[in-house]
């Protein structure tokens, strides 16, 4: 389903990678794995603070996805 997303990061895409993100966040604003990619992309991207946002908005959606666990540290 985001095959096009794996391979942006498996590459180090991460410019791409959020763009591609940010389109499917505007028809998916809950998707938790999305969020939590974007945390992932944003955090590889120094960008702390706003990677922290998203990984919020993820675990407001679903606490226990295991993804987010793993992004998180959890």
Known sequence: MYE???????????????VYI???????????????QMAFVLWKQKKMELALEYATMAET?????PLLLY???K
């Open 4 to 18: 096009k997303l794996i391979e942006y990061l498996e590459h180090g895409q991460y410019k791409k990678a959020k």
């Open 22 to 36: 940010e389109k499917e966040l505007s028809d998916s604003p809950d998707n938790v794995y999305l969020l939590t």
């Open 71 to 73: 992004t998180t540290g």
């Open 61 to 65: 959606v679903d606490a226990d996805d």
